[in-house]
Each structure stands twice: as structure tokens, then as C-alpha cells.
């Protein structure tokens, strides 16, 4: 039961504030599992907010749909609004769940997207601890810009070789201390932080 209830948390988004069902969608790791490692050349994205910096690195090779459209993403400016459109929230935090983000503005309105994209769920890669991966609404190929990182192993979520499951596509290897902190936060009954957490600054680390 608690896992239904956490994948249906999951395709929440905005509109989850009005309880549609849509895009916005155990083991615990030691902090020091996720840190400044990586793999040589692989592209990393810093993510910047007002509790702290993330760097996540993409799995390219693993996710090549999946990581090219975050990266459009980033580089046209959406979350952080240097696109002039805004910027976007960490919107949905549930603690030993994930922390969810990449779609929703500080006024609460859902920010328009791209069109929706294949979901690669059938890479081999799991929602392990420290993971990103998409949110997307219960069908399958609805994965826009919002993405979560998993704070804990939800290998419940991978799905089966049908592809039924949530794309991982890269994975954090510095700040997960700030992705533990942001699922401390306190919220509302949707899951939203009361205190906006606002992605100041989005962009591939040089």
C-alpha cells in the first residue's frame, strides 16, 4: 500500500494542488555514498538554490533521449528563468521519498514545456539513493521537464523490462546533504515546501 500511495505521489504536479493525477510527476545511503566522484568527461549540471548547490552528473551513454532533453532545459534557462518565463521551485519534498522539482513557478502555476518524451525506465539504471529521475504522468511517454532525486533506494519504481518505470538519467555527486535537507523542510498537505525552495541558478558545470 505505501508504495502505490508513494508512485501516485510521484505523477502529482501543480495541478496536484487540485488533485489531477499528472506530470509532477529502502535502504538509506551515508551522505559520504554520494560526493565529489564521477566519471571523467561526463557532463555535470549544477543545480543552485537558497539551502544550497547540487551537482548532478548525466548518464549520457545510459539515457541519451532523457539527458538530452534536461540539458535543453538547462541550457535555454527554464529552471532558473533566465528564459524570462521564471524560475521554477523544488515543489514537492516527502521525506525517505525524493525531492521534486523543474515545472512549477513561485506564483503555483504549472510553466509551459517542450513536448513530452520517450521513456528510457528500461536503461538498467535504478532509483537508488542520490539518483535523478523524470516525473511523469501514468502513461508512459508524458515526461516533460520535471524531474526528483530518489533520497532513498525506491527500486519499486524502476519498473520491468516494458518500460513501465521512472527514468534515471543521471546522479548527484555533490550536495546530497541539500537534497536531505530540502525533504526536512516543512510543508503543506500537497507536499510543498512552506518556504519556497527556488532553483536561483541551473546550468552545466564548465
Do not use: W
Not at 544550497?52 to 541519451?64: I, K, L, T
Not at 527500486?155 to 546530497?176: H, I, R, T
Not at 503543506?188 to 541551473?202: E, H, L, S
Amino acid at each position: 500500500m505505501k508504495r502505490l500511495s508513494l508512485i501516485a505521489l510521484l505523477t502529482l504536479t501543480t495541478a496536484c494542488f487540485k488533485g489531477d493525477v499528472e506530470d509532477t510527476g529502502e535502504t538509506a545511503v551515508d551522505d559520504t555514498a554520494v560526493d565529489d566522484t564521477g566519471v571523467a568527461g561526463a557532463t555535470q549540471v549544477e543545480i543552485v538554490t537558497g539551502m544550497g548547490s547540487v551537482v548532478v552528473e548525466m548518464a549520457e551513454a545510459d539515457a541519451p533521449i532523457t539527458t538530452a532533453n534536461f540539458l535543453q532545459y538547462v541550457d535555454d534557462g527554464f529552471f532558473d528563468g533566465d528564459d524570462g518565463g521564471g524560475a521554477t521551485l523544488f515543489h514537492r519534498v516527502i521525506p525517505d521519498f525524493m525531492a521534486q522539482g523543474g515545472g512549477v513557478l513561485e506564483s503555483g502555476a504549472q510553466k509551459t514545456t517542450r513536448e513530452a518524451i520517450v521513456n528510457e525506465s528500461d536503461n538498467g539504471l535504478s532509483n537508488a539513493r542520490g539518483t535523478i529521475a523524470m516525473a511523469r504522468t501514468q502513461a508512459l511517454d508524458t515526461a516533460t521537464s520535471q524531474f526528483f532525486i530518489n533520497v532513498v533506494d525506491n527500486d519499486f519504481l524502476d519498473g520491468g523490462s516494458d518500460g513501465s518505470g521512472y527514468a534515471v538519467f543521471g546522479e548527484v555527486v555533490s550536495g546530497m546533504d541539500v537534497v536531505d535537507a530540502m525533504v526536512a523542510v516543512s510543508t503543506d498537505g500537497n507536499d510543498k515546501p512552506t518556504a519556497d525552495i527556488v532553483i536561483q541558478d541551473m546550468e552545466r558545470v564548465e
